[in-house]
């Protein structure tokens, strides 16, 4: 006979306000088998649980249903708490009377009435629960980590050097990703690459690293602990092993004139190319887009000049396939194009950079040397406007979040041009200024006080080239609306951050969830940040929002203690709500039949044949096995067996009925 | 075969813009358009029902619409940009409140279905014309034109759904196809003072001034425009724009019909180019000249 327990919580007003829990509660305890029935206001609170554990042990419960929030929350929680009274977790069951009734609905009879329904499928299917033992599956301590910006760096390096084998995937051909563009860094001024580049070689040498740019991820499967990732290899029309990075061919390149995507375009590369002189690797890669071998059929300037002989010019793409515990991506971000906003003339007139490109300029390894010169005639500016919130905080035109990084990293650019052009004026238009991180206001106030950097509060209505200079009409709020018209020399948008390109095919791949932005979205804003909903597979950097270095940093680590934290058992426990052949006494074994149909239909590859025997060893029957370690409780097979001989664990056929007759009859 | 379409010239096109209506109806007959006025017209509403009275500034143009339905009409073309946004706007605001439709409703006396099409001028002649002009053009108008869409044309880009709000191309492109040279300047959507054109004349100078001088300064030879109000402002208030800018500015503002109008060998009379205050000094050189020029210029190589 069953005696199950009931026990409503009030979610403090989450439930209460629209729920009338005391109802629920009694009339819960009025349903066939309902031994006790209580609510209580914070029912996973210490005196919460104690409850739980209390009832279970004074009426010997058979079952208990936690009517709160989603079993997400807190599922683990009460089933511990079973646990500890001595009842099997998987006899406890969550009834989900707040995202599925109280927050979606308004407060009446109907959603009281709803929450009872909710509540009775729970009672009739927790009465037919089975008590199930967890599995254990051994964990492949080897992490997948997507992107090597500085997230990627810092990420592999600290699961590397906590024991653990690292594979670090990169699209482009070198690591360091958007940091290694930048110049200087604020609130400290110090050099971007001076602090990145060690990493980047740390990350090429650390023995537990495994290293792949120029690759990109083609596939994934399994889950947490036992990942399958196929790695595609972009060829690089080049044997590694024999380049020694001599540099010679680049020097040869014929085609020399192809904008650098490392300089923003303000420098140029040739078609085999190292993006800068102190990518890792340091080996080139043929862009064969640009490669005149591969337009016209001839050329192989490359391939003469190298010593070495180490240009392939037949190399294919080829594919690595790696056992992986715990994927990370780190993917980063990108800058929003300005096309959209044609009255700044972003593209129209080349003196209207955006903040990427200004970093180049400003970089000591930069295209002009360090020296602040506009592209369009290599003029040092005497005036220069820098344009914040260019597409951020616009849900008009951009993107509606605020960028976050851009309010610090105009102040910044403002400040190296005036330390660089000490006669120089830079203007900021700015809506807020946004200076919330250790020692940013400070920094902000520096550039205004020190560095007399002009900041005005008001947006920007157009930019115009007139007479060789750009006029930049704006607005000053502060001068109770006054227009305000400046003639630059040149233009600086602080373009808002957006997802990497490539982030929404990614996360399908991988199954995490992202939001509407493309940003991956983590687990818990605030009690998961560095998780995604899909079990072994974390986060770090902008890739998740936009981040400056020192949050990105600490994501990264944050995401690879977490990784490391998962490494540090060597089997996981997993819950075992896995699908089961049904077996049964001799002379039948099982229902299976052994049809099969079942196997080439499971996506897991977890199902395989099984023998049965006498006690002699003849074979009696041969029918479907489930592999308990590979089976994700998909329940394909489930539904594509016909003599109903499959079942899954904690979700059977009669228990799932159950549910469906309690909320279709009345009572 | 001539097409018929619903024509609403609104209150500017029957006084002091009646020369933009005049160019327009050339254009159409041009183009075997026959433009059928909405029966029994009324205002817009302008500017000034939309600052009195919310209810009243829907009514009004829902009742030429109301009017418009009744005739039968699915399409009408509205060439004052003020009049097209007053209606494409109500239209679109009665469309999606039903609440705010059956008021109105009640108010005119009608069952609006909110499902005309409005065009524009520049729509207008992207439909009608565009195809077409090549065939029937006899000079080539090779100027340096200064295309000027004002406020009401491209804004708010939510509704009207045309063009680009900042930098717009259409009217450039149907300047293009004239063999004009349209500038890139820009003060395309700058305002022109508008109504303050009856009570600030001094503000509309100022503001005027800065687009007429902008564009003679880009070395325009001719402004073109689509709104009776902008064209008012920048051509009969030249006296005040001049004042305000201190200097004589004599470059010509167009209504984008009349240059049309122009290159199809219309006269002054027939195109109202004749009613400006600004006289249009514009010779356009004949259309099959043109290549004749290049084709001794080979010879001589």
Known sequence: ?667 | MQKKIGYYPGCSLEGSSREYSESVVTLANAFDVELVQVPDWNCCGATAAHNLNSILSFSLPARILAKAQEAEMDTIVVPCAACYNRLTMVQHELKKDDALRAEVNGIIEAELKCDIKILNIVQFIQMFVADFVASKQQFLFDKKVACYYGCLLVRPHDVLDFDRTEDPQSMDEVMKSLGANPIDWPFKTECCGAGMSVSRTDIVGRLSGRIVKEAADRGAEAIIVACPMCHSNLDMRRPALEKAMGEKLTIPVLYISQAIDMALGKSQKESGINRHFVPVNISLQNKVAAPQVVLEKTEEN
């Not at chain 1, 078609?271 to 890792?280: E, K, S």
């Not at chain 1, 950079?353 to 369009?376: H, Q, V, W, Y």
């Not at chain 1, 509060?457 to 109770?480: A, C, F, H, W």
């Open chain 1, 1 to 667: 006979m069953a005696r199950i327990g009931v026990f409503i919580c009030h979610c403090g007003e989450n439930i209460s306000a629209t729920v009338d829990c005391e109802k629920v509660a009694k009339v819960a305890s009025e349903f066939p088998g309902v031994t006790v029935s209580v609510d209580y206001k914070y029912m996973c609170s210490d005196p919460g649980q104690n409850m739980v554990k209390e009832a279970i042990l004074e009426h010997n419960l058979t079952g208990v249903v936690v009517s709160a929030c989603s079993p997400r929350m807190h599922e683990p929680t009460f089933r511990n708490a079973c646990a500890e009274a001595g009842l099997n977790p998987f006899l406890c069951e969550m009834a989900n009377i707040r995202e599925h009734c109280s927050w979606v609905h308004e407060k009446s009879d109907a959603t009281t009435d709803k929450a009872i329904d909710i509540v009775r499928t729970l009672v009739e299917k927790v009465k037919r629960n089975e008590a199930l033992a967890p599995i254990y599956v051994p964990i492949t301590k080897t992490a997948v980590v997507i992107g090597g910006g500085v997230a990627g760096i810092q990420a592999s390096l600290d699961i590397a050097d906590a024991g653990h084998k690292v594979v670090l995937v990169e699209r482009e051909p070198s690591i360091g990703g958007h940091m290694s563009q930048l110049s200087e860094t604020f609130p400290t001024l110090d050099c971007s690459q001076c602090i990145l580049t060690p990493r980047m070689v740390d990350v090429a040498r650390h023995p537990n690293i495994t290293l792949y740019t120029y690759a990109e991820i083609e596939s994934v499967d399994g889950s947490i602990g036992n990942f399958n990732v196929k790695i595609r290899l972009k060829s690089k029309s080049l044997d590694e092993k024999l380049c020694t990075g001599c540099g010679a061919c680049i020097q040869k390149c014929p085609v020399k004139k192809i904008p650098s995507e490392f300089e923003q375009g303000l420098g140029k590369r040739t078609a085999i190319y190292v993006p800068f002189p102190q990518a890792v690797p340091n080996k080139p890669v043929i862009d064969r887009v640009n490669c005149t071998y591969y337009i016209k059929g001839k050329c192989k300037v490359c391939e003469i000049v190298c010593p070495t002989k180490a240009i392939r010019f037949d190399q294919e793409d080829s594919f690595v396939e790696v056992q992986a515990g715990a994927l990370l991506l780190a993917t980063g971000f990108d800058v929003l194009k300005t096309n959209f906003f044609p009255e700044y003339g972003y593209g129209k007139y080349e003196d209207v950079i955006d903040g990427l490109a200004f970093e180049r300029l400003a970089s000591a390894s930069g295209p002009t040397k360090g020296e602040i010169r506009r592209p369009s005639d290599g003029e040092i500016p005497k005036k220069i406007v820098f344009i914040a919130c260019a597409g951020s905080r616009d849900p008009a035109k951009g993107i509606e979040y605020c960028s976050k990084i851009c309010c610090m990293y105009t102040a910044k650019h403002a400040m190296l041009y005036k330390h660089k052009v000490h006669e120089g004026t830079p203007y900021i238009f700015y809506m807020d200024i946004r200076a919330t991180g250790k020692m940013y206001e400070e920094f902000v106030r520096r550039a205004i006080e020190e560095d007399e950097v002009k900041y005005i509060r008001g947006r920007v209505s157009q930019v115009y080239e007139k007479n060789g200079k750009l006029i930049v009409r704006g607005v000053d709020t502060l001068l109770m609306g006054q227009a305000v018209e400046i003639e630059a020399d040149m233009v600086v948008l602080a373009t808002a951050g957006i997802a990497s390109p490539g982030s929404e095919e990614l996360a399908q791949k991988l199954h995490v969830s992202y939001d509407k932005h493309k940003f991956f979205s983590e687990a818990h804003p605030k009690l998961k940040p560095v998780e995604t909903n899909t079990a072994g597979i974390f986060l770090a950097g902008a890739c998740q929002s936009t981040k400056d270095i020192p949050e990105t940093v600490a994501a990264a680590s944050a995401a690879a203690s977490k990784v490391a934290g998962l490494f540090s058992n060597d089997l996981l426990k997993r819950d075992p709500l896995i699908a089961v052949v049904k077996k049964c006494a001799p002379p039948l074994y099982s229902s299976c039949t052994g049809c099969f149909m079942c196997i080439p239909v499971c996506p897991y590859q977890a199902i395989d044949k099984e023998e049965i025997k006498d006690r002699s060893g003849n074979i009696i029957k041969t029918i479907s096995h489930i592999n308990p370690g590979l089976c994700q409780g998909c329940g394909t097979c489930v539904a594509f067996c016909k003599s109903k001989s499959i079942d899954i664990l904690g979700y059977n056929h009669d228990q799932v009925c159950a549910e469906v007759e309690a909320l279709l009859n009345e009572w």
